[in-house]
């Protein structure tokens, strides 16, 4: 598909995922998540090493965007990626660096 092919809604959410990912935390957090991953949200503050707030805060926006997704199970909350394909997005970015 072309880019000239998307329709106003969909280049509309598209930007703003990657709007929602354009912080380093966000980042990490995808990166975290890769490969079919799915963490909570103590799993996650402590890998970031970051208050749970915070975290929770990042995971609310990434969430909210439609980067992420998440299911509850018992006490816990898993979150995991919505669109694996969104890690191709991160592995580019490191190889502009490169």
Do not use: W
């Not at 990912?21 to 963490?39: Q, S, T, V």
């Not at 970051?50 to 439609?66: N, Y």
């Not at 006490?75 to 969104?86: A, D, S």
């Amino acid at each position: 598909m072309k880019l000239r092919d998307l329709d106003v809604d969909k280049l509309e959410r598209a930007a703003n995922m990657l709007k929602a990912i354009a912080h380093p935390m966000r980042i990490a957090i995808i990166g975290f998540l890769e490969d079919d991953k799915r963490l909570t949200v103590t799993q996650i503050h402590k890998l970031l090493k970051i208050e749970q707030s915070t975290t929770s805060h990042h995971l609310g926006i990434l969430k909210d965007k439609g980067v992420l997704s998440s299911q509850r199970e018992g006490k816990n909350t898993y979150y995991f990626l919505k669109h694996k394909n969104l890690t191709q997005i991160v592995d580019c970015l490191n190889r502009c660096y490169e």
